[in-house]
């Protein structure tokens, strides 16, 4: 498989290709096609006219079969999207296997389930001078906003691409999505999915390349575009937003973030470790949701902080940085918090294999204590694997630390008190709050941050709204 957009119903590799390396040891692996402007105009042409087409006129109903179809399309495939995604990113096998893939599936028959068993409400309303009630009835019924711009990282590539885009079909929209320039492939067999599952050419359309001055940007300030859904950094959804407000282009972001993990003396501090291990570690720190900031409460802080340094140091079967660029910034971090007075416990270097590996993009699992709250390291986002452990005395303090941070997308609180549970979970300023666990999914809930995390909501109900509209129908009997 090379990656392909696919615009129309239609794969073409048009616009000068880029080299795309493996984040595992260095090497091109495949070419990718930069998608020129003209390729971005057609694949929004495209999907405006499946949207006055045949893609318009389904019904749900038909809308589900497709998706499930899909579903099913990924499945069968399910080794070649896994060697893809381990291919373009580096991630242990079984990460992409376990996760990553399944669910990828998962998303599209989610959204099948949802939007079929979506209620609307109905209001009976008396009309003024008539006697009795009933006279007419409100209802609403809800409406696609149209053509929808699907932006998406690298970091957990098909599932973040198909979290937008499986509650975007199933709302009715047609779909021009763009992946990260660092991971095409998975993007590329799902469209060979979809095409397969018959979907009407144009609703679901899919460009490669970069973002800034180029189709990322192309598609986000492109005025066919009636509604952007982003995931990415920060920074990157500011300049989405400026390009977005010429044409008053609502938009989804689900932004970075800085999430603070939060262990109470009264934790099971085996389960603490164990879990922010797996909070500050999983895909090498490159997941939105993982701890970059622990607070410890006094009385288990040296207990707490040397039982995670030694795990930490005893990892090893990690994935790498996605690129070489990513691997400098996060060093650059490494460096940073030794000037800015860091103890460092575990890691803070490159690793040596001995092996292919030494050509590609590792970095230590690091865990530094020692800052203050003031310290870049604390307070910007790193996207690696590091954390930063400082001590506490009491709940409230706790709190404060929590939530001194331009970011509010996640936080994890470790207690075996219930009621100190229900207590702090709804201070913290963050979209979601896990008690004694982490990354714990239900696809239904509410996914996003607040602050500098994000705009608005996803999962289950929540993207649908964002991707419908509802009208409001009064019919006097
Ligand atoms: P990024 O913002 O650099 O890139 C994300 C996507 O945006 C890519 O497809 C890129 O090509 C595109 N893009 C870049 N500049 C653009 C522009 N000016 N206009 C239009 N598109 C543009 O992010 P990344 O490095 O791929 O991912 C890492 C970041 O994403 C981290 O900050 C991480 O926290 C965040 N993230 C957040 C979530 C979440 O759910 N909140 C999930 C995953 C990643
Ligand atoms: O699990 C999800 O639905 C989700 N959006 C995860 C995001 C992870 C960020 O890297």
């Known amino acids: 498989m090379k990656p392909a957009h696919y615009v129309n119903g239609v794969f073409t ?12 040891d260095g090497r091109q692996i495949a070419a990718v096609p930069e998608a020129p402007r003209e390729t971005v ?5 495209a999907a405006r006219a499946a949207m006055d087409g045949a893609w318009g006129r389904t019904s749900t109903e038909e ?12 499945e069968a495939r399910f080794e070649e999207f896994v060697a893809a995604e381990v291919a373009d990113t580096g991630k242990p096998r079984d990460l992409a296997a376990t996760v990553d893939i399944p669910r990828a599936a998962a998303n599209f028959r989610a959204y099948a389930d949802l939007v079929y068993g979506r209620p609307e409400r ?15 009835l409100n209802y609403t019924v809800r409406r696609p906003l149209g053509v929808v711009a699907v932006i998406s990282p690298w970091n957990l590539p098909l599932l973040l691409l198909t979290w937008k885009v499986a509650p975007a079909l199933a709302a009715g929209n047609a779909v021009v999505a763009k992946p990260s320039e660092e991971t095409p492939s998975t993007a590329t067999l799902l469209a060979e999915v979809i095409d397969a599952a018959g979907l009407p050419a144009g609703a679901f359309n899919l460009v490669h390349g970069h973002g800034a001055g180029a189709a990322g940007e192309h598609l986000t300030a492109h005025p066919g575009v009636d509604a952007i859904a ?47 291990l797996r909070s500050s570690f999983t895909h090498s720190g490159q997941i939105c949701l993982c701890t970059e900031r622990v607070y410890v409460q006094r009385p288990v802080f040296d207990a707490f902080v040397s039982a995670l340094a030694e795990r930490a140091a005893a990892l090893r079967d990690y994935g790498p940085m996605i690129s070489a660029e990513h691997r400098d910034k996060v060093l650059s971090y490494y460096r940073l918090a030794v000037e800015e007075g860091a103890t460092v416990l575990a890691g803070g270097g490159v690793p040596e294999f001995g092996d292919d ?10 865990v530094i204590t020692g800052l203050p709250q003031s310290a870049r390291t604390v307070r910007e986002e790193v996207f690696g694997p590091i954390c930063h452990v400082a001590p506490f005395e009491e709940e409230d303090e706790a709190l404060r630390l929590a939530n001194d941070s ?8 470790w207690t075996t008190d219930l009621s100190r549970a ?23 809930t509410p996914f996003g941050g607040v602050k500098a995390s994000g705009i608005g909501r996803e999962g289950g109900e929540y993207s649908l709204d964002f991707f419908s509209e509802p009208v409001n129908v009064c019919v006097k009997i």
């Open 357 to 366: 590996r030494d050509g590609g993009y590792h970095v230590e699992p690091t």
């Open 122 to 136: 109905a209001y009976p309303t008396s009309v003024p001078g008539w006697s009795g009630s009933g006279q007419a």
């Open 41 to 45: 105009d057609e694949a929004v042409r």
């Open 422 to 444: 229900h207590r702090v979970a709804p201070r913290i300023e963050a979209g979601i709050v896990w008690v004694n666990c982490w990354n714990l999914r239900d696809l239904r």
């Open 406 to 413: 331009p970011y509010g997308l996640a936080a994890t609180v």
């Open 230 to 276: 982003f995931t990415g950094a920060s920074a990157t959804g500011s300049a989405i937003m400026r390009n977005a407000a010429a044409h008053v282009t609502p938009v989804s972001f689900e932004l970075g973030g800085k999430n603070a993990a939060l262990v109470f003396a009264d934790a099971d501090l085996e389960e603490a470790v164990e879990g922010t």
């Open 63 to 74: 809308r589900c079969a497709y998706l499930r179809r899909i579903a099913d399309g990924i």
């Open 13 to 24: 590799t048009a616009g000068t290709p880029f080299p795309l390396r493996s984040p595992a």
